[in-house]
């Protein structure tokens, strides 16, 4: 069964203090008008767990959505375009740094671009900016079926190109409306959660 099947909304934060214990996280990220919402529920099989609005930048707070056994999918604000005050995008800013940097059960990061236009100045100012973590980025190239087959394989072959320099950035392509990718996204995904140390079993009674 998917990893995502049984995902569930679980509390939404906007202050770093908020933040929920959690044994391991995997969030989402990208800009306000890459289809990050979309990737969501169609990974999780459902239609609106996350939000999908026709107003770039709706997500403005941090989301949780429980898996089980203490892990979750994170669903951060949108970067780059949002008609918000700037007070309140000045928020965005630094709520999402903190969490970015600071978030010790933060295990990966799924970096949704679309497909048509990849790797914008603000793509690679979060690439440059999460790998100080060292921790793994897996980027889906979303609205794949915006493009032809042949089209698709020569902006995939330009992102990996691009990408060469940062070891930690596998890359796919992807398409909510056709749900094309969800497999190749869970089986990375799986894998980070695998990798975690197991849950301690609670001790038994003498």
Not at 73 to 88: H, K, Q, R, T
Not at 100 to 110: D, K, Y
Request: with cysteine.
């Amino acid at each position: 069964m998917s990893i995502f099947q049984n995902a569930r909304f679980y509390t939404t934060v906007n202050h770093m203090k908020d933040l929920p214990a959690t044994r391991a996280e995997v969030a989402f990220v990208g800009r306000s008008n890459a289809g990050k919402s979309s990737a969501i529920n169609t990974l999780a099989n459902r239609t609106r767990l996350a939000y999908v609005s026709k107003t770039p930048g709706r997500t403005q707070h941090i989301n949780f959505f429980e898996l089980g056994e203490e892990c979750f999918l994170v669903d951060l604000p949108g970067y780059g375009y949002a008609e918000v005050p700037e007070a309140v995008r000045a928020h965005w800013v630094e709520l999402l740094g903190r969490y970015l940097q600071t978030r010790q059960s933060l295990i990966g990061l799924l970096l949704i671009m679309d497909a048509r236009h990849p790797l914008k100045e603000l793509d690679r100012r979060m690439l440059d900016f999460f790998r100080e973590t060292g921790r793994p980025v897996h980027i889906l190239l979303s609205k794949a079926d915006k493009l032809s087959r042949q089209e698709q394989a020569k902006v995939l072959a330009l992102v990996k190109r691009e990408l060469a320099d940062y070891p930690a950035v596998s890359v796919q392509m992807f398409s909510s409306l056709k749900k094309a990718g969800v497999d190749q996204v869970e089986q990375v995904v799986k894998g980070w959660f695998d990798a975690l140390p197991p849950v301690d079993e609670p001790a038994q009674e003498l």
